[in-house]
Nanobody
Framework: QLQLVESGGGLVQPGGSLRLSCAGSGFSLDYYTIGWFRQAPGKEREGIALINSGDGSSYYIDSVRGRFTISRDNAKNTVYLQMNNLKSSDTAVYYC?????????????????WGPGTQVTVSS
């Protein structure tokens, strides 16, 4: 079974940067579309970025486009989320998830396997 573990979260000041990692084990992440999601207190889980299996194309929601970058390192079986110019509104628990045989969707129910999450807090 595919297992995912996120890392790289922490406390950062507004305008700062963090790089989140999503490490996979059990199966190659290259066969999966990987999505990054976040959930702030009192809010629903929100899909923010994905990288498709196959061609590796990516998609971002408007609020993070131009600030966040998703990428893969197949040799390390890891997907990254580089987050720049962080804002207080980015504060949330961040999750990565893997979906098999899906493309271009950030609907949580379409994803099969989830990591436990990592906390990102943006505050001065």
């Amino acid at each position: 079974q595919l297992q995912l573990v996120e890392s790289g979260g922490g406390l950062v000041q507004p305008g700062g940067s963090l790089r989140l990692s999503c490490a996979g084990s059990g199966f190659s992440l290259d066969y999966y579309t990987i999505g990054w999601f976040r959930q702030a207190p009192g809010k629903e889980r929100e899909g923010i970025a994905l990288i498709n299996s196959g061609d590796g194309s990516s998609y971002y929601i408007d609020s993070v486009r131009g600030r966040f970058t998703i990428s893969r390192d197949n040799a390390k079986n890891t997907v990254y989320l580089q987050m720049n110019n962080l804002k207080s509104s980015d504060t949330a628990v961040y999750y990565c998830a893997a979906g098999f045989a899906i493309q271009g969707t950030l609907v949580p129910a379409q994803y099969d396997d989830w990591g436990p999450g990592t906390q990102v807090t943006v505050s001065s």
